[in-house]
């Protein structure tokens, strides 16, 4: 390839300081292109250290917010459990009261069946009587 390029140096009669000067120009070229495509390769670097601090920070977030919702939805289904348990309590406190207080006027209502009667029986005795006096 050397040997190609000297008989285009000479066939085109460049001086060697030109074609010196052009091949720096090149390379100095070359070495700021490749500089540049340092500064690019860092700058992507810091740009995806950033973007996977931050998917790190939003997934730790979304495990506590997670942890913290299942927190929430266990107290909640204990409360809800211990309500249940004090409505279940409260409704068979109320059966048994209901359940009083239907016996109570079943007696009541006996009673004063009874005493109907014996009203009734003190009433005919009193007729009797009374009429026994005219």
Do not use: C, P, Y
């Amino acid at each position: 390839m050397a040997a190609v390029l000297d008989e285009l140096v000479l066939a085109l009669d460049i001086e060697s300081k030109d074609f010196t000067a052009g091949e720096q120009a090149a390379h100095a070229a070359l070495d700021r292109l490749t500089a540049a495509m340092e500064r690019v390769a860092v700058v992507f670097e810091q740009g995806q250290k950033q973007a996977s601090d931050a998917l790190a920070k939003t997934g730790s977030e979304a495990d506590k917010a997670a942890q913290e919702t299942e927190a929430a939805g266990e107290r909640t289904g204990k409360a809800l459990k211990k309500t249940g348990a004090d409505a279940d309590k409260t409704a068979a406190g109320m059966e048994n009261a209901g359940k009083r207080t239907g016996d109570a006027l079943t007696k009541t209502g006996k009673k004063a069946d009874q005493v109907a009667k014996g009203m009734e029986q003190a009433g005919k005795r009193a007729s009797t009587f009374f009429s026994g006096i005219r």
